[in-house]
């Protein structure tokens, strides 16, 4: 079964005091490429969550996002009461000194001194944290029934095409007696104005025509192309992760359909061997994209 590398996945978890929203997108990529945008306070989970996305996530270029909708900030601050005495005995002992004490409002100037207000990272909440994990696997299970039916399409497009292929080859049977005519037409023409007709020895032009004709017999690549793409179907169909077997397969297609343009020989062949090189192209670009 086909899936694309190409998703989109969202789920949202409503708490008490704050609206979770997960998102993931994935485009193609060798390998997994995997980034993420979480909040500091949940930070610690990041090495989970990266594990549960590769887990069923194999290859792509991943953004994972986690957004935070709260009134409240993940910060608390607190005053720092140990701070705020040491400065008051020190300045109390300075307006005692100069007779200041009375008429000199400490606060005012201890409040904006440094370490009088502690800002400390709120806790994480495991309770809290398995519901947005759940929604995490929620968005990971979207993503992937985005990827399969992106997936669906993806292998009816490259049936389509290599049905195309196949169809293109099954002409070529047609033509290959014209072509054959025609190469020994084309000697027996050049060899009379050459030497003239009467001093070939038709015996060895024979012998000298069915050895060039079987050096550019296609019989070979004609077999071996037509496996090529029966084994491109099979793997599609039986593979979970046939992406880079297609791109393969996709080479060695090309590799026979190069060949029988070379040895083609015939206008009408050439312009089959076109066709078909047209096809490969549009698959080899759909194949990026299959994981």
Not at 5 to 15: D, F, I, S
Not at 69 to 85: G, M
Not at 94 to 107: K, N, P, S, V
Not at 144 to 166: C, M, V, Y
Request: glycine share 4%; proline share 2%.
């Amino acid at each position: 079964m086909i899936l694309s590398m190409t998703g989109y996945g969202k789920a949202v978890c409503e708490l008490p005091n704050k609206k979770i929203t997960i998102e993931l997108k994935s485009l193609n990529s060798k390998q997994l490429d995997l980034s993420t945008r979480i909040p500091s306070i949940y930070r610690e989970k990041e090495l989970e969550v990266r594990s549960d996305i590769a887990a069923k996530i194999f290859r792509g270029k991943v953004d994972f996002s986690l957004f935070v909708e709260s009134q409240a900030t993940d910060k608390v601050a607190q005053i720092n009461r140990a701070a705020i005495e040491a400065y008051y005995k020190q300045l109390k002992d300075i307006a005692d000194e100069f007779g200041q004490a009375d008429r000199t409002d400490f606060l005012r100037i201890i409040m904006p001194l440094p370490e009088t207000i502690k800002v400390e990272q709120q806790q994480l909440d495991e309770e809290e944290w398995q519901k947005i994990n759940a929604t995490i696997g929620e968005a990971i299970d979207n993503i992937i029934a985005f990827r399969t039916q992106e997936g669906k399409s993806l292998e009816a497009d490259l049936r389509t095409r290599i049905n195309l292929i196949d169809g293109y080859l099954q002409q070529v049977p047609q033509y290959e007696q014209a072509r054959v005519d025609k190469i020994r037409n084309r000697i027996q023409s050049q060899l009379d104005e050459l030497v003239g007709k009467s001093n070939i020895d038709e015996n060895r032009l024979e012998q000298e025509l069915i050895f060039y004709i079987e050096k550019l017999d296609i019989n070979e690549e004609k077999v071996r192309l037509k496996n090529h793409l029966k084994y491109f179907v099979e793997t599609m169909e039986t593979e979970d992760q046939p992406g880079k077997k297609l791109g393969f397969i996709a080479q060695e297609i090309g590799r026979e359909i190069n060949t029988l343009g070379s040895k083609a020989n015939e206008a009408n062949l050439q312009k089959l061997v076109i066709k078909m090189k047209d096809e490969l192209e549009k698959i080899k670009e759909q194949i990026l994209n299959v994981l």
